[in-house]
Each structure stands twice: as C-alpha cells, then as structure tokens.
C-alpha cells in the first residue's frame, strides 16, 4: 500500500524549481510507473514524502528545431511512438518506444523517467545513444546540458542533483540513407522486461564499405553503452557475415572485460554475439544505396 | 494529506474529498464503491484494475487519485445501460470470454480503449492492446474472437465513444 504522501502541482517550471530545491525531500514524477511502485516498498510510514507531478508543466511537446529534434521530458511512451516527427528522423527510437512494457504502461510512463530512473535495462537509452542524446537540465540556479553517454553514472544512479529536473532531451537525426536495426531480447512476445537490448545505425558508402557505423547495447554491460570497439573495428569493412560474425565476438570480449565472468557469462556471451549479427543485418538490410543496385 | 477531486466519472461528475496517497483504483473501489474494477498485482503488470482516463487505458493502480482532478474517467460500471449490455460485453459472453471473470473489467476497457482508436483492429492491434491484460483462464483466443465480433457489430450499430 502507498504510505501517506503530500501531492504537488504546479503549472510553472519556476515554482516547480523552487519545491525542489527546498529542504524538504520532493521526489518528481510523470508518469508514475516506477516511482509509485518504489513508494509501495517504503517500509518507514513515518519517512512521508512529497510528490512534484511535472504533468502540468508543458513538458510534452515534441518538435524540430534546426535539425534537433526536441523530445519533452514528460512525453509518454505512446506519445513518442506515434509521433510523425520521431517516425522519419528518429526511427530506432520509434521501434523502442513502441516495445516498451504494455499499452497502459506507455500510456504513462515517459521518455524522461526512462531514462532518470537509469535502469541498465531501460529500452529508450540504446537507441538515443545512437542519436548522440543530450539531456537538458534545469534548476533555479543553473541550466545545462549534459551528452546521454555522461548522464547515466551507474546502474539507477545518475548526475541529476536533487534541485534538478530534466526538461527535455535533444537527439541528431541521421540522414536518410543509414540503415538501423533494433533487437529487444525478452523472456516472452511483450510486456516485457528487457534482457538484452543491442541497436545499430549504419551507411555504407559508394564502394559498398561501411562508412559510419554506431552500436549500442543494453544489459551487456553495467551501463547502457556504445560500443567503440565493435564500431571502429567495421569501419572501412564490407558488410559480410564474418565481419558481423567478428563485431560480435569483440562485443562479447568486451563484456566479459568490463563485467568479468559471472554465473550468466555463458549464456549472455553467445547471445551477445548473435544479436550483435542480427542487428547489423538488420541495418545493413536498411541501408539505402543506389550504387551498390 | 486530503486532496479534493472533481471528476468525471462513467459520466457523473463527483467532488470529493480524498487522501492525496488513495490510487485511483481505491478511490473507485473504496470511496465510490465502485468494485467492478479489480484490484491485480498493483505494480502494472496484470492489467485487473485497467480504466479509462481521458480515453486512454491506464492501469488505475499506478495513478495517485489527486493526479485525475479534472479527468473523464470510464470504467466497466459505465459499459451497459441498465440491462442493455455494451455490445463488448455481449461479444465476451457470446464468445466464452469470460471464464473466472477476474481480468474481464480490465479487458473489457483495453478492448473499449482500442475500438475508440480503431474501429477495424488487425488481430497483431489487438493483441498489442491487451497484451497489458493477463488471464490465466481462457488462453486469448476467445477474448480475441470476442474483440472482432464487437468491432464488426458496432460497425452497424455505432456507440457513442467513451471517452
């Protein structure tokens, strides 16, 4: 059961600012899929907390804005995913958007709690990685920006300050002619949590050689990542089997660097190495090039 | 803390006064005693306790009761009028969609949620809309054959859309 709590709701950004940087413990929400069900674990009936709803705030709009695409904070999943704009510019994240939990849950939750409450399996993070995300904050005494990449410290920890709120998050849209790919690896169809999430932008140049590439993966290692190695490793490659084959295998290598071998080592590596191929077909499979026809 | 609300609800309009730490799924249930919805998991997975909040489907045990002030909120009490039933609720029990009964209200109103966005639902669209309902008795497939027969008779007898 929910402990008793103070509600708050305010329609200004700045008198919203304000509660948080307060002394009092103000917890913000949106959409309220994870927070209210943190609050239900609250064992301390006597700990009461104050909940900011950011609803209020605007904090919904979804436009271009000379090339950026801005995302608000508090757009909800479903909002995103049906969003003409995130479609044509930004379509990894339409895809991951749309995989998110079920359709009461992205009714709710929002791009901004996703990526806030830095849950290493959070589905939006690889794809916003891949549009080189930056995450806008405010406070009363300072505004700034910090790149996705940064924003995540460690699993469910953050740079936000407690006076902090995220605004909105900007993402660079790629041209049209990258090929994409996005694969959620789930105990089941939907309703999902993820177990292993790994995304990919692609372009191949007139030569049929990879001329940018960009893989991100999730719940592979301790924080959602690009992974460098993979992508300096395909550059200038053709895109053949075994060069996939040989990206998965450095991704797998690279897990098992950073997180050493753990009781789930065997089967995360093999698996690792697959999605990694299945997503650069994917993208490849996407990429739009008239002189390789 | 109390919070006043002042809603909309199955068409009614209510003032009251509620705890701000009330769900939605308690205000319904314990202070409008309204009990058709169900009270599930309360952590977003089972889809029991599913309304509608300004037409869209929500899982009522994850909305604190003061964030609804202003809303229009639908639950499976609003679906018949008196002993006409919705044509959804005919359609599941025509269908042997309902077996123990328990995640029937919340199905019903994702299957109200998805017949208001598209009256012409793909079985892939309606399995994507009640994929957030789960029912251990009947294995979907009535409840999905229950959602087709609703789409194709309100398509020539049109209700008004809850929303």
């Known amino acids: ?293 | 803390m109390m919070t006043f609300l002042d809603v909309r609800v199955n068409k009614t309009r209510v003032r009251r006064f509620v705890p701000a730490h009330f769900t939605l799924l308690r205000f319904l249930r314990e202070t409008e005693g309204l009990t058709g919805t169900k009270c599930g998991c309360e952590i977003g997975e089972c889809g029991a306790c599913t309304v509608l909040l300004d037409g869209k489907a929500v899982n009522s045990c994850l909305v604190l009761a003061p964030e609804v002030n202003g809303a229009d909120i639908w639950t499976v009490e609003g679906l018949a009028e008196g002993f006409d039933l919705h044509p959804i609720q005919k359609a599941f029990l025509d269908n042997d969609a309902v077996h123990c009964g328990y995640c029937t209200p919340g199905l019903l109103m994702s299957s109200i949620a998805l017949l208001n966005d598209d009256p012409d639902p793909s079985e892939e669209k309606i399995k994507t809309y009640i994929a957030g309902n789960l029912c251990r008795c009947t294995g979907y497939i009535p409840i999905i054959n229950a959602i087709k027969e609703a789409a194709r008779i309100l398509k020539n007898e049109p209700r008004p859309l809850l929303k």
């Open chain 1, 1 to 293: 059961m929910i402990p008793e709590i103070e509600y708050i709701k305010e329609t200004e950004l700045d008198l919203a600012l304000q509660h948080l940087a307060s002394d009092k413990k103000v917890i913000p929400f949106a959409g309220g899929t994870d927070v209210l069900i943190e609050l239900r674990k609250s064992k301390n009936p006597f700990d009461r907390k104050a909940l900011l709803d950011v609803k209020g705030l605007g904090l919904n709009d979804i436009y271009i804005h000379s090339d950026t695409v801005i995302i608000g904070a508090a757009s909800t999943h479903t909002e995103v995913e049906d969003n003409e704009i995130i479609k044509s510019k930004l379509p990894v994240l339409t895809k991951a958007s749309s995989l998110i939990g079920s359709k009461q849950i992205r009714n709710r939750g929002t791009i901004g709690g996703n990526i806030i409450n830095a849950s290493p399996c959070a589905d939006t993070v690889p794809a916003l990685l891949l549009y080189d995300a930056q995450i806008v904050i405010r406070s009363l005494s300072e505004d700034r920006t910090v790149p996705l990449s940064e924003f995540i410290t460690s699993p469910y920890e953050t740079v936000l300050q407690k006076d902090e709120l995220v605004t909105e998050i900007r993402a660079f849209p790629v041209a049209e002619d990258y090929g994409w790919g996005y694969y959620k690896l789930g105990r089941r169809g939907a309703v999902n949590i993820s177990r292993m999430t790994v995304a990919a932008l692609m372009k191949v140049d007139g030569e049929g050689k990879i001329n940018e590439i960009r893989v991100s993966a999730g719940s592979v290692f301790p924080i959602t990542s690009r992974i460098s190695d993979v992508e300096k490793m395909l550059v200038g490659e053709k895109p053949k089997a075994e060069i996939f084959r040989r990206a998965g295998e450095i991704a797998a290598e690279k897990m098992i660097e950073t997180s050493g071998r753990r009781w789930s080592t065997p089967y995360k590596e093999s698996v690792v190495k697959e999605l990694i191929v299945r997503v650069l077909n994917e993208a490849y499979s996407r990429c739009k090039n008239d002189d390789l026809s």
